[in-house]
């Protein structure tokens, strides 16, 4: 382990250039909308849950994501507690690195970084597929999936250089109009008293319904869902009061996503009926439009209207996303380059605090992924967004293992806080979730990216390939400054 761990209290690490981050730019709320813009309700809700429906518990999937919710819940309660005593944009590149030394923390900062470019990269893919149908269906226009990609890379790039600001207010817009009318179908629905079989509760919620079928499955996609909550963290140096803003943006976020996710399923699965729900899913996947499992009963409640706006909806909602996790990759470049494991150059600021120039190469990056794509003339949303979803999750997966593991070290080693719950227990238990998470997503990755077993076992190498990267770029930097 490195000497790193001294200093308790920290808010960055000045390296090359002391550059920081625009403070007292975010409350709870502005940071709530970051998180659950990256976590694209609605794209959660239509990409997964009619997976998880078909092919996984059945019935049962509201509870999954209960299941899901309790194993990130128990997750933050450590990573809450590093949380008040390393405030920095750099999250998981930090905490790791505190607790475990700089190595494995240049390591889980490859990983990170390469897990938010995956997935954003991913999302564009499915962003321009869906707005070339749309343009295509009300305009004579019939321009391939990419142009659309393109040009929204050029319009994200300005509102992150932009400011967090105005990030977080174009954010606000998009979430809450997919956040609300989801809301709203669970809500009438639950009050309603379900559809044809009731609210059916025992259907979705009891121990047998969760267990039937192959529940590690459903489970999986549930936890796939919640990828992002973790970006409250990034935008620490940004936030009022961290220290009380942070935690409080993190426990409501998980609450709110579990909540959401598991009212939004479980409303579906009550208006197709318990019994009738998979066979609808799977009649859905079969005809290569899972959303509409998602889109019918709204409709049916709604009007017809619904189907006009929610594909506009699905839309924003990737669009969203594609900004959050923009920002929260620039960020880590801005934080790489302040530390001086990448050039000094990305930690420069604009007039506005905001990392353009992290912003750009994250553009760059964002370029190269998709192009290859684009150029074989590949189906975006069975390569693309499928590819590098799954990818992206089991990134993700591997850092939240390797920070609740910091946790213990950090705590055990510094007894800064001897909450006994918050710094052992919690995190603990987190991380034995979080490893049968990873187990489930390994021995199901095939299904997560709807791909063959060769294309998943590349994807798969790929993790431990860029963590690698990380750890032995991290140690020739050491061995030359050494030198010197």
């Known amino acids: 382990m490195d000497s790193q761990t001294a200093s308790h209290e920290r808010t960055v690490r000045h390296a090359p250039t002391s550059a920081t981050l625009k403070p007292n730019a975010l409350g709870v709320l502005g940071i709530l909308f970051f998180v659950l813009s990256g976590q694209a309700p609605l794209t959660g809700i239509a ?39 390393v405030v ?33 990269a991913g999302m564009y893919g499915l962003y321009g597929s869906i707005v070339s149908s749309l343009v295509a269906d009300h305009t004579p226009l019939h321009l391939p999936w990419w142009v659309y990609t393109l ?30 009318i989801l809301l709203v179908f669970g809500l009438v629905t639950l009050f309603k008293g379900g559809g044809p079989e009731g609210l059916g509760v025992s259907a979705s919620f009891s121990p047998s319904s969760a267990l039937q079928g192959a529940p590690g499955i459903a489970v999986m996609f549930a936890l796939a869902s919640m990828f992002g909550f973790e970006a409250t963290a990034i935008y620490g140096e940004e936030a009022r009061e961290p220290k009380k803003t942070v935690p409080r943006a993190t426990y409501l976020s998980v609450l709110v996503v579990t909540g959401f996710f598991a009212l939004t399923s479980w409303s579906l699965i009550s208006a197709h009926g318990a019994s009738q729900a998979p066979a609808a899913a799977d009649a859905a996947l079969e005809a290569g439009d899972s959303a509409g499992f998602v889109f019918a009963p709204i409709a049916d409640l709604f009007g017809g209207w619904v189907n006009s706006v929610l594909p506009v909806l699905l839309a924003t909602s990737l669009f969203a996303g594609v900004l959050t996790f923009h920002n929260s990759a620039a960020r880590y470049l801005f934080c790489l380059g302040r530390d001086g494991q990448l050039p000094p150059a990305l930690a420069q600021l604009n007039g506005r605090h905001a990392p353009a120039k992290a912003g750009r190469v994250q553009t760059v990056i964002a370029v190269l992924l998709v192009a290859p794509f684009a150029v074989a003339g590949q189906d975006p949303v069975l390569t693309l967004f499928s590819w590098f ?36 227990i919690a995190p603990v238990l987190g991380a034995l979730g979080i490893a049968g998470a990873i187990w489930l997503i390994l021995a199901n990755f095939t299904t997560l990216i709807g791909g063959q077993l060769s294309t998943a076992l590349w994807l798969v190498l790929s993790v431990p390939v860029v963590l690698a990267a990380g750890v032995v770029n991290q140690r020739i930097r050491q061995r030359l400054s050494a030198s010197r």
Not at 401 to 424: C, P
């Open 47 to 85: 990409g997964a849950a009619p997976i998880s429906v078909a092919i996984g518990n059945g019935s049962g999937t509201p509870a999954a994501y209960v299941v899901a919710g309790v194993v990130i819940l128990l997750f933050s309660v450590g990573f809450i507690a590093m949380g008040r005593h």
């Open 88 to 120: 920095d944009a750099g999250a998981f590149y930090t905490y790791i690195g505190t607790g475990l030394g700089r190595t494995a923390g240049a390591g889980g900062a490859s990983v990170a970084l390469f897990a938010y470019c995956a997935i954003q």
């Open 151 to 180: 040009v929204t890379m050029a319009v994200v790039q300005a509102l992150g250089a932009a400011g967090i600001e105005m990030g977080a207010k174009v954010l606000a817009a998009f979430v809450l109009a997919e956040f609300s």
């Open 389 to 424: 979803s799954g990818l992206a999750v089991l990134a993700m997966m591997l850092l939240y293992l390797l920070t609740s593991v910091s946790v213990v070290v950090y705590f055990r080693r510094n007894r800064v806080d001897t909450r006994l719950w918050n710094t052992v």
